[in-house]
């Protein structure tokens, strides 16, 4: 079972940030925090990930908490295509080991 | 940006045939896998591949199924004597190895939508 927990959707305003909460209370010290985000049918998407720091890509920012038990997801600026599914979903950074994916949140994008 | 991608896009098979889906990962990357996602259910991890040999199966990677790396580019998963319930889509991705510590992470192609009559 994923050790990830998410709202099962969420609502955005095209053009405002889009906040997607994850709580992982059980992490380990070693275990990293990954985002994907899968569209429609495709194949999911890497977005972004990290252990302790936050991080920003082109594509989002990573906010994760000091204690690690939660992250945030931040999309600055959301747009309809923006409309997914997204995971988060926590993992040793350990060669080969599988991502064990969640539901997920479904975030609808709105005009 | 280099990508995986896979082969066919969709695949329409009479059950209890062998059906051969195929994926050419990324050029430098060494660590492969192949996922499953039956409609409107979760991605399910099937099976990971370095070195020429499985690194790891889940329960649903049974004797039914099997992987192989012909060759220096291709990564293909066999599924043979198909059921009706192997009716999914099928992800490849691939990662590349940094050392035993890796957080690297993978990167999916777009999917195989396997379906069995």
């Known amino acids: 079972d994923a050790k990830t927990t998410q709202p099962p959707s969420m609502d955005c305003a095209e053009g405002r940030a889009a906040n997607l909460p994850c709580n992982h209370s059980?992490?380990?010290?070693?275990?990293?925090v990954y985002w994907y985000r899968q569209i429609h049918s495709q194949g999911p998407q890497y977005i972004i990930h990290?252990?302790?720091n936050n991080e920003t890509n082109e594509m989002a920012s990573l906010i994760i908490t000091e204690d690690r038990k939660s992250s945030t997801l931040i999309l600055p600026h959301a747009t309809l295509r923006d409309t997914a599914v997204y995971y988060c979903i926590v993992r040793l950074g350990n060669y080969g080991q599988n991502f064990v994916f969640g539901p997920g949140t479904r975030l609808s994008v709105l005009p | 940006e280099p990508e995986v991608t896979q082969t066919p896009s969709h695949q329409v098979t009479q059950m209890g045939q062998e059906v051969i889906l195929r994926c050419v990962p990324i050029?430098?990357?060494?660590?492969f896998y192949w996922y499953r996602q039956i409609l409107g259910q979760k991605v399910e991890f099937l099976v990971s591949?370095?070195?020429?040999?499985?690194?790891?199966k889940s329960e649903i990677f049974d004797d039914q199924f099997s992987v192989e790396r012909p060759d220096g580019s291709n990564f293909t998963l066999k599924i043979r004597s198909t059921k009706l319930e192997d009716s999914a889509m099928y992800f490849c991705a691939s990662s590349e190895w940094l050392g035993l510590h890796s957080n690297q992470p993978q990167h999916f192609g777009d999917g195989t939508r396997l379906s069995i009559l």
């Open positions: 591949f370095y070195n020429n040999e499985i690194s790891e």
């Open positions: 059980t992490i380990s010290g070693n275990e990293y």
């Open positions: 990290g252990l302790k």
């Open positions: 050029s430098n990357h060494l660590y």
